[in-house]
């Protein structure tokens, strides 16, 4: 069982920064993606930005330029520096587990808990 843990979220002020981290502990995979989606009350869930232990990323472009996502390996740990805030952004950020252990062609995915980010202005 992978358990993630969130952290980083808040409130801040458009144009103010924030950082998220998004650890996951207690797996034995090999491959996975790790990442964040978010969503606002009333809307659908959607991807911010994923990144693989290959370094493969993935944004969505709203938030391409002003988003950071990045890993550490060793750590399991991904993190996601978030620029030039909007209102836009403000949302429940969700991690996000994608796994693929040796030999196993089908993979197992995990969400966090979510971590609230308000922009305000």
């Known amino acids: 069982q992978v358990q993630l843990v969130e952290s980083g979220g808040g409130l801040v002020q458009v144009g103010g920064s924030l950082r998220l981290s998004c650890a996951a502990s207690g797996s034995a995979f090999r491959l996975t993606i790790m990442g964040w989606h978010r969503q606002a009350p009333g809307k659908q869930r959607e991807l911010v930005a994923t990144?693989?232990?290959?370094?493969?990323?993935n944004y969505a472009d709203s938030v391409k330029g002003r988003f950071t996502i990045s890993r550490d390996n060793a750590k399991n740990t991904v993190y996601l520096q978030m620029n030039s805030l909007k209102p836009e952004d403000t949302a429940v950020y969700y991690c996000?587990?994608?796994?693929?252990?040796?030999?196993?062609?089908?993979?197992?995915?995990?969400w966090g808990q979510g971590t609230q980010v308000t922009v305000s202005s």
């Open positions: 996000y587990f994608r796994g693929w252990k040796t030999g196993v062609p089908t993979s197992d995915d995990y």
């Open positions: 990144i693989t232990t290959g370094g493969s990323l």
